[in-house]
Every structure is written in structure tokens, then in C-alpha cells.
């Protein structure tokens, strides 16, 4: 069964702090997503990579910065956290024919 | 750019009733088309796609879309809806390994 991890469902962190959102796929793909989604305004793409070190901006990359260091592995920063990015955010991975698949996604609370 | 429109925000049907998610799209070319669904607190999953051909696909749970290339129209449909149907779906438009969604129809089912 194919899979993309997320290593945390729900995470609350402050102003001010440099979080990390954590994404593993196991279907050796090269594409790698990482989505916010807030009621209203569906998902949006904040960065992609379609290979290792690799890195294009989305729709809405500001305030975010992402890392590819292996193929399966795509981390979403927030240097500097902010309440407006309290959001659910969600990464992917799709094939070549961009088929999608989704983790389960974190919430991310800031105060 | 292109883009993906799902004119309904929420959509009332009674558990049996047929079902129609509408999706329209914006683009020069025909892309790749897809439905996802995405249940409370979940991630999304994939109903169904299109690629070329048969303009009418199956997919899971009972769903089925119509490709209409004249009206560029990509449009859900499920014969008799049960209550489990109860989800948030969404139409998106794949181009280059990368996906656009629309905003989303929520979808409620009534006793």
C-alpha cells in the first residue's frame, strides 16, 4: 500500500518559532508537494520539488521555505512562525502523470 | 493560468438521491483531470481520473465523471449517494506533475 507520512497530526507552537513539517514517501516518486488548505479558499500550493535539492516556488511560498535532501523526504519551514499560518497543511507525491498521494495532514495551531 | 472552478460550496442530498458535483477548468490544452475526496480531519484520496479517451470513467466507491471537452467540464456523479458519501470533494486540473484545485464542494447527506 502506497503511503506519504506526516510526522505529526496536530502540532501547537508559538510566535515567533522555527517549525518543522516533516513528509516521507515510500513510492520513490520525484515529485514532492507541500499544499495549505483553510475553509474557504481549498488547497494552495506553497512549494514543490521535482528532485533531490531541488525546490520551486508555489502560490504562496512567503513566510515558508522547504528541504529535499533525499528522494523520499520533503520538509516545510516556517522560520518564523506567524497566527496567519495557522492552517492544515498537507504534503504529496505524485507520478510522472501527477496522480497525487496525500498524507494525512497536520494542523498546525500558532499563538 | 489555469484554473479550476467548483461553482457549489455545499451541496445538500438525501441519502438514495443522485448526485452531481459540477467542475469547470480553464486551459488551453486538455490536461489530466482529477476528483479527490477528503473526509473530516483526513487526507485526500482519489476517486477517479482522466487522462485520453473514454470520456465517461469509472471510479471508486461507485462515482463516475464525464469529460466534456466543449463545455471543459469535468463532472462527479454518483447514481444513488449514502449517507458515508458524506465528505469535501474536489476537481483538479494536473499540468506538468503539478496539480490546481478548486475550491472544494462539501457535500451533506440527509436521512
Known amino acids: 500500500d502506497v503511503k506519504v507520512t506526516q510526522s505529526s497530526r496536530y502540532l501547537v507552537k508559538r510566535t515567533g518559532e522555527k517549525v518543522f513539517l516533516e513528509c516521507v514517501q515510500d513510492?520513490?516518486?520525484?515529485?514532492m508537494f507541500w499544499y495549505r488548505q483553510d475553509p474557504g479558499l481549498g488547497l494552495r500550493l506553497i512549494y514543490f520539488?521535482?528532485?533531490?535539492?531541488?525546490?520551486e516556488k508555489g502560490d504562496i511560498p512567503e513566510g515558508y521555505s522547504v528541504s529535499r535532501e533525499k528522494k523520499e523526504r520533503f520538509s516545510l519551514i516556517l522560520e518564523s512562525a506567524s497566527t496567519n499560518q495557522t492552517s492544515m497543511y498537507l504534503c504529496?507525491?505524485?507520478?510522472?502523470?501527477?496522480?497525487?498521494?496525500f498524507g494525512q495532514g497536520t494542523r498546525l495551531t500558532v499563538v | 493560468a489555469q484554473s479550476v472552478t467548483q461553482p457549489d460550496i455545499h451541496i445538500t442530498v438525501s441519502e438514495g438521491a443522485s448526485l452531481e458535483l459540477r467542475c469547470n477548468y480553464s486551459?488551453?490544452?486538455?490536461?489530466?483531470l482529477f476528483w479527490y475526496v477528503q473526509s473530516p480531519g483526513q487526507g485526500l484520496q482519489l476517486l477517479l481520473k482522466?487522462?485520453?479517451?473514454?470520456?465517461l470513467v469509472q471510479g471508486i466507491k461507485g462515482f463516475e465523471a464525464e469529460f466534456k471537452r466543449s463545455q471543459s467540464s469535468f463532472n462527479l456523479r454518483k447514481p444513488s449517494v449514502h449517507w458515508s458519501d458524506a465528505a469535501e470533494y474536489f476537481c483538479?486540473?494536473?499540468?506538468?506533475?503539478?496539480?490546481?484545485f478548486g475550491k472544494g464542494t462539501m457535500l451533506l447527506v440527509s436521512p
Open positions: 504529496a507525491s505524485s507520478s510522472p502523470d501527477a496522480e497525487a498521494f
Open positions: 513510492m520513490d516518486h520525484e515529485n
Open positions: 520539488s521535482y528532485d533531490v535539492k531541488m525546490k
Open positions: 486551459y488551453g490544452a486538455t490536461p489530466y
Open positions: 482522466y487522462f485520453s479517451g473514454d470520456t
Open positions: 483538479a486540473v494536473g499540468l506538468k506533475s503539478t496539480l490546481t
